[in-house]
Nanobody, 126 residues
């Protein structure tokens, strides 16, 4: 059983920054690829960023490249999403997700993920 708990969302002005955190609780050790997705009202949940188990490989959606950075601290079982230069179109509920796989596994497809957090709201005002 894997549990994911996100935190760090909130209200910020355009150009501001936020850092989201996702704590992973798992009963057994395993290699999990981690990702962040987001869902705006009336839209599909979309991929934002992903990272492999070791943190050596990352992927980003084109819309967030250069502004958002994913990282992980294996010793703390935590994944982060540093969000800079935020725009109103970044407003959404952000979800952390985990995918089973090898230590080099990295995923960008929503259906490849096995576990999801409850989400944290990010609102960017104009």
């Amino acid at each position: 059983q894997v549990q994911l708990v996100e935190s760090g969302g909130g209200l910020v002005q355009t150009g501001g920054s936020l850092r989201l955190s996702c704590v992973v609780s798992a009963r057994t050790f395993s290699y999990y690829a981690m990702g962040w997705f987001r869902q705006a009202p009336g839209k599909e949940r979309e991929f934002v960023a992903a990272i492999n188990w070791s943190g050596g490989s990352t992927l980003y959606a084109d819309s967030v490249k250069g502004r958002l950075t994913i990282s992980r601290d294996i010793t703390k079982n935590t994944v982060y999403l540093q969000m800079n230069s935020l725009k109103p179109e970044d407003t959404a509920v952000y979800y952390c997700a985990a995918a089973r796989g090898g230590r080099n596994s990295i995923r960008s497809v929503r259906e490849d993920y096995d576990y999801w957090g409850q989400g944290t709201q990010v609102t960017v005002s104009s």
